[in-house]
């Protein structure tokens, strides 16, 4: 049996191409709640069209170091940081690897931070509800609130 290796590695030019494609596959994913449509070419305008940049610090996570299975973009612009876009590919769910991904994110930048999750995305409240109280030891607090680009969110709050 192999020994499963994960490992993070900051998004740069270099790795770029991997995070967009693996961007577009997140955008269909949740299509149905952003109400976004590709455009002529099949391909979803993103919100995050330049990165690194100085709002945002991304992570592409790698299974067996060759292989881009995720990625996380943090909203590092304010005190509270921020989960801007987190994905797992589908056929890597249900391994513990979206808790892993989380996990190496918030001890990489200790402090404040907020995760929201947009309405109708039940699969991704329960998902975050159960890897912040494991990491917190169910220390934080979760409400609801009217956010001004996504509408009605779920918010979970906590300190790493």
Request: proline share 4%; glycine share 4%; charged share 20%.
């Amino acid at each position: 049996m192999s020994i499963q290796k994960l490992t993070l590695v900051k998004i740069h030019h270099n790795n770029l191409k991997a995070f967009k494609n693996l961007e577009q596959s997140y955008e269909a994913e949740f299509s149905n709640l952003t109400l976004k449509m590709p455009d002529e070419n099949g391909l979803f305008k993103t919100e995050h069209e330049i990165l690194p940049n100085d709002k945002y610090i991304g992570y592409l996570l790698y299974y067996n170091q060759k292989t881009p299975i995720g990625f996380c973009l943090v909203n590092i612009s304010d005190e509270v940081k921020d989960i801007a876009e987190f994905y797992i590919v589908p056929a890597m769910r249900k391994k513990k690897f979206g808790s892993k991904l989380a996990f190496m994110i918030f001890n990489k930048h200790p402090g404040p931070w907020q995760v929201r999750q947009i309405n109708g995305a039940n699969h991704a409240v329960n998902f975050w509800r159960n890897v912040i109280k494991s990491y917190t030891g169910n220390k934080y607090n979760e409400s609801i609130v009217q956010d001004d680009h996504w509408g009605c969110v779920t918010k979970q709050q906590f300190v790493a």
